[in-house]
């Protein structure tokens, strides 16, 4: 007589593990967190919006509304007929595009030297480059101005760009430690195949690089835009302004009248900054990519 095996019982589902069943909860508190942080830091430029395109006795009233009561767009309009923005913008553009191309060539030239050549001596070399990042740029202030006035060249546009020819020592950094991911294999077949160093330059590292190329271009665009201190020691000319330093003039004139048009200060001050927010979101995607993987290397 045959006996029937009893199936065993079915195992009950696990329950679910304490760091799953908290992800949801936290992913919302992240959520959260990311959305009032983007609040907070968005709330600057939102205000200058706003308040760009209110009337002259409300440019600084009910700071805390995103909307512009009355709304006055006439402003963007008069900005144009206050100040020469458009030679000013291609001042700007001018000088900022030069500035950005000449220091992240040469810095990308410094930089190849530094992660393919080994030579006895070369982490104390790196090391000095580095150190000068530790320089105020007041300790060179003078000086800088006293090589440039000595070869006349003060009163032009050359002193904006032209030290960028020289490599930057931040610029030099980020460039090494993307270079040294590079495999060193791929340097040595082009010297197989008979490269020169210029050819491993131009040819390798400059396209495997692409990404901490347009963030070093990027990040020094910027600065370049925004910089008030070297325009305002170098031009006399109005002619030869750029952005930040014709705001600066346009200030001094609506001071020295008795009339602080503020809501054209502040109008101009949304047209500087749009293009740099334009030029942003075009290179998001090598600009993430950059930071990224030279965070990687090295």
């Known amino acids: 007589m045959t006996t029937l095996r009893q199936a065993p019982p079915a195992a009950e589902p696990a329950a679910p593990a304490p760091d799953d069943a908290a992800?949801?909860?936290?992913?919302?508190?992240?959520?959260?967190?990311?959305?009032?942080?983007?609040?907070?830091?968005?709330?600057?430029?939102?205000?200058?919006?706003?308040a760009s395109l209110k009337p002259r006795d409300r440019t600084f009233s009910d700071p805390f509304l995103p909307w512009p009561t009355p709304f006055r767009p006439e402003n963007y309009v008069s900005v144009w007929d206050a100040a020469p923005m458009l030679t000013w913008l291609v001042n700007t553009l001018v000088v900022g595009v030069v500035a950005a191309l000449a220091v992240t060539l040469s810095s990308a030239f410094v930089a190849f030297g530094f992660a393919y050549f080994r030579f006895r001596g070369r982490g104390l070399?790196?090391?000095?480059?580095?150190?000068?990042?530790?320089?105020?740029?007041?300790?060179?202030?003078?000086?800088?101005?006293?090589?440039?006035?000595?070869?006349?060249?003060?009163?032009?546009?050359?002193?904006?760009?032209?030290?960028?020819?020289?490599?930057?020592?931040?610029?030099?950094?980020?460039?090494?430690?993307?270079?040294?991911?590079?495999?060193?294999?791929?340097?040595?077949?082009?010297?197989?195949?008979?490269?020169?160093?210029?050819?491993?330059?131009?040819?390798?590292?400059?396209?495997?690089?692409?990404?901490?190329?347009?963030?070093?271009?990027?990040?020094?665009?910027?600065?370049?835009?925004?910089?008030?201190?070297?325009?305002?020691?170098?031009?006399?000319?109005?002619?030869?302004?750029?952005?930040?330093?014709?705001?600066?003039?346009?200030?001094?004139?609506?001071?020295?009248?008795?009339?602080?048009?503020?809501?054209?200060?502040?109008?101009?001050?949304?047209?500087?900054t749009l293009p740099l927010i334009a030029i942003f979101f075009l290179g998001q995607r090598y600009f993430l990519q950059g930071i990224a993987t030279t965070g990687q290397r090295g």
């Open 125 to 272: 070399l790196f090391a000095s480059v580095l150190g000068t990042m530790m320089l105020p740029g007041a300790v060179t202030l003078v000086p800088t101005y006293l090589i440039w006035n000595s070869v006349g060249l003060t009163g032009t546009q050359v002193p904006l760009w032209a030290a960028n020819l020289f490599g930057s020592a931040f610029y030099i950094f980020l460039l090494r430690q993307f270079l040294l991911g590079v495999p060193r294999y791929v340097f040595e077949a082009a010297r197989v195949d008979g490269a020169s160093y210029l050819d491993l330059f131009r040819r390798i590292a400059l396209p495997l690089s692409r990404p901490a190329l347009i963030i070093a271009f990027v990040f020094e665009l910027k600065a370049s835009w925004f910089d008030l201190m070297k325009p305002l020691i170098y031009l006399q000319d109005p002619a030869l302004y750029t952005l930040p330093r014709g705001l600066k003039a346009v200030v001094d004139q609506f001071y020295q009248g008795g009339d602080p048009k503020w809501e054209i200060v502040l109008a101009a001050s949304v047209i500087t």
């Open 23 to 50: 992800r949801p909860t936290r992913k919302i508190f992240f959520l959260i967190v990311l959305a009032v942080a983007s609040a907070i830091l968005m709330y600057p430029f939102v205000w200058l919006v706003s």
